[in-house]
Nanobody, 122 residues
Framework: QLQASGGGLVQTGGSLRLSCVAS????????VGWFRQAPGKEREFVAA????????YYTDSVKGRFTIARDNAKNTVRLQMNSLKPEDTAVYYC?????????????????WGQGTLVTVSS
């Protein structure tokens, strides 16, 4: 089970840190991704990290602003979001897939958290 948290309301240029905590099983063999879905839009890939935390991928629109990191001892993956823009407003979901790779397609993920809402005001 995955629990996403950390969303909220922030002004343009502000920061938020999202957390994804796994319970019920060890996270250590799972790649973890963050996806987001804005109102009226498809769910899109944001960032993902491999099981060891050594490889990460980002969608172009968040490169240089978002950072994904994990702490396997705490079964936690975090997404640090800086320089937030109104277009970052969405429900953010974390997902996990047991693989050595770093999936960027939502269909490859087996486990999903419930989502946390991020709202960036202009």
């Amino acid at each position: 089970q995955l629990q996403a948290s950390g969303g909220g309301l922030v002004q343009t240029g502000g920061s938020l840190r999202l957390s994804c905590v796994a319970s019920g099983r060890s996270f250590i063999t799972y790649a973890v991704g963050w996806f987001r879905q804005a109102p009226g839009k498809e769910r899109e890939f944001v960032a993902a990290i491999n099981w060891r935390g050594t490889n990460a991928y980002y969608t172009d629109s968040v490169k240089g602003r978002f950072t994904i990191a994990r702490d396997n001892a705490k079964n936690t993956v975090r997404l640090q979001m800086n320089s937030l823009k109104p277009e970052d407003t969405a429900v953010y979901y974390c997902a996990a897939d047991e693989t050595v790779w770093v999936p960027v397609n939502s269909g490859e993920y087996d486990y999903w958290g419930q989502g946390t809402l991020v709202t960036v005001s202009s």
